[in-house]
């Protein structure tokens, strides 16, 4: 299995495990340029084609 077919496994499963409405919890985020507080929470609107959570 090649870097792009594993990506797009993974994207696939955090698509299933995370469906549109899903409730999460942020625990931590190292971006100092938009901090975001610990547990913050959300609704996830949709899981993009590299996995990531748009809430």
């Known amino acids: 299995m090649n870097e792009y077919e594993r990506q797009r496994r993974i994207a696939e499963s955090t698509k ?3 469906p549109p409405g899903t ?3 942020l625990i931590s ?3 100092p ?3 975001v ?3 913050t929470r959300g609704t996830v609107k949709f899981v993009d084609s ?3 959570i748009f809430p």
Request: charged residues 30%; without cysteine; aromatic residues 12%.
């Open 37 to 39: 507080p610990a547990g």
């Open 50 to 52: 590299m996995g990531t």
């Open 23 to 25: 409730r999460i919890e």
């Open 29 to 31: 985020m190292k971006d």
């Open 33 to 35: 340029y938009a901090p």
């Open 16 to 18: 299933k495990l995370y």
